[in-house]
């Protein structure tokens, strides 16, 4: 288990849990960003990431894609 901002480019990864305080989840849960489901990191770019979660593109803060955690 790993955050998502270590999860590799490209690759297909499974969401274990998204930690953080009861807004931060909530506010995650209601982007897509579910336990059981599947996101894949499209890019990498300064600050934010680029996510493909439930076939929709999200570009998400280092700082939340921290608090979810994935397995490859």
Do not use: C, W
């Not at 960003?33 to 300064?46: E, K, M």
């Amino acid at each position: 288990m790993l955050p998502l901002t270590y999860a590799s480019p490209e690759a297909e990864h499974i969401i274990v849990k998204v930690n953080g305080n009861a807004d931060v989840k909530k506010h995650l849960e209601s982007l897509g960003f579910v336990a059981g489901g599947s996101i894949r990191v499209i890019s990498s770019l300064g600050k934010n990431i680029i996510v493909n979660v439930k076939d929709t593109r999200i570009a998400i803060s280092r700082d939340a894609a921290s608090k979810i955690m994935v397995r490859q």
